[in-house]
């Protein structure tokens, strides 16, 4: 089984979904023998909190983790059962390979894995034996993960993609006797973007200069960090480099499917390839109302679902929430997958990272195929039509909708909530990373 998460992966961007580049040929060829959903919706916009409902199932204001505070550290919901936990429980080799400094022992996403890599190629969990360069990898990581940071392009993301790609790979052609969970997330559609050269003449793109991606990623770092506008030229070129890195993240997965291809394991093994969230990226006032954070390109992602055996192409239109993965994940059930009638719940607890803890303003949007209603904890509501993101002035539809946002809070479950335990602070190479990715100022 496979659960490969593409961190902040656009929707609009990947070509299965219509998107005029083939930015994703390989996830294209896999949705011609799955199930594509069209109204999958993340928990939440962000990592972190998406990440902790998709292994448990339950949303955010359930389990618990809204924030990234680094002065305190992060909350851990320990009494939750995880996804790798009950796997491994049952008996499964479990393996985890994260791009992403939230996603592992930070947060404790790395509980119930035999083997975990973190995205500075630290092992954190040491299940096979390591080839002498991964240990060379996992004793040096502090100064891998230093290096990692802007300017020092040589080291950026692609290299920590591909080494993670090759451990997955060979944890997968390995023969163990035990059925097998791979958990992946890699992340090269979340900035900053440094795709190889040859991505972008796959897609048909004029190359970057010799200073150009240093440049057009600091302006855009300003903008994620709240200091400044994108200009539309410099939006522009950032989605071409948004696209070249998709295409490169794609031939990542390429690997991956070759590898199963080729040990025959490809047939019987089901794939869960979706993203955390999306991203947006200049479309947006950032200071609006409601939040950009709750657009659709960053609530609605692509998910596809392969099951083992023959699948079939098919196109899902009913509202499914990413919670339900985690019951996917651990019935191995397909069918688990069947949408809801009722539309789907996002949560969202603004702002998600900060140096001190501040107050914390909760919005939820509740999305059907048309429209979504959205509300923040002092009443403030809005009815959205999807399709254009404009608001309708229609007294009687909000009341509708309203209601059946309420009904499916009330479904909600808080009753083994955790208590949490701080982390301590975040600092060092990990501190670094996150203000790299623009999630600490």
Request: aromatic share 10%.
């Amino acid at each position: 089984m496979l659960f490969l998460v593409l961190d902040s992966m656009r929707k609009d961007r990947v070509s299965a979904y219509g998107h005029e580049r083939e930015t994703t040929p390989t996830f294209d060829r896999l949705a011609e023998n799955a199930t594509l959903f069209e109204n999958a919706f993340a928990p939440a916009p962000w990592t972190l909190p998406s990440h902790w409902s998709m292994f448990t199932g339950r949303f955010p204001s359930e389990h618990g983790v809204t924030n990234g505070f680094t002065d305190e550290g992060l909350g851990r919901p320990d009494d939750l059962e995880t996804v790798p936990e009950r796997l491994a429980n049952e008996g499964y080799e479990t393996a985890g390979f994260s791009n992403n400094p939230w996603v592992g022992q930070l947060s404790g996403l790395d509980r119930g894995f035999d083997t975990f890599v973190e995205w500075d190629l630290e092992v954190s969990h040491e299940g096979i034996e390591l080839r002498t360069r991964d240990a060379a990898y996992s004793r040096f990581h502090s100064l891998l993960g230093r290096a990692a940071g802007q300017p020092q392009v040589l080291l950026k993301r692609r290299f920590f993609t591909s080494n993670l790609v090759d451990r997955a790979t060979r944890w997968l052609s390995r023969e163990s006797g035990r059925p097998k969970f791979l958990f992946m997330n890699l992340m090269e559609a979340h900035s900053p973007y440094y795709p190889p050269k040859s991505a972008f003449e796959k897609l048909g793109l004029s190359s970057p200069g010799p200073l150009e991606s240093r440049l057009l990623n600091v302006r855009l770092l300003a903008y994620v960090l709240g200091k400044t506008d994108l200009s539309a030229e410099n939006r522009e070129r950032i989605m071409e480099y948004y696209d070249a890195s998709l295409r490169f993240q794609d031939r990542q997965l390429a690997r991956i499917v070759e590898t199963l291809n080729r040990e025959g394991m490809f047939e019987d093994t089901m794939l869960v390839i979706c993203a955390d969230h999306g991203k947006t990226l200049g479309e947006f006032d950032r200071d609006g109302i409601p939040p950009h954070y709750l657009r659709d390109i960053n609530t609605n992602v692509p998910l596809l679902v392969k099951p083992p055996g023959r699948g079939v192409h098919e196109r899902a239109e009913t509202p499914f929430e990413l919670t339900g993965l985690a019951d996917l994940l651990t019935d191995r059930d397909p069918r688990t997958v069947t949408g809801d009638d009722r539309g789907a719940l996002v949560e969202d607890h603004i702002p998600h990272t900060a140096e001190q803890s501040t107050d914390v303003t909760q919005w939820r949007v509740f999305a059907d195929e048309e429209y979504k209603y959205i509300e923040d904890e002092d009443d403030m509501e809005f009815l959205v039509r999807r399709r254009d993101e404009e608001r309708v002035d229609d007294p009687e539809a909000l009341a509708t909708y309203r209601e059946r946002c309420r009904d499916r809070i009330a479904a909600l479950s808080y009753e083994d909530r955790a208590a949490k335990s701080g982390s301590g602070p975040i600092e060092g190479s990990v501190e670094g990373q996150l203000k790299d990715l623009g999630y600490i100022g």
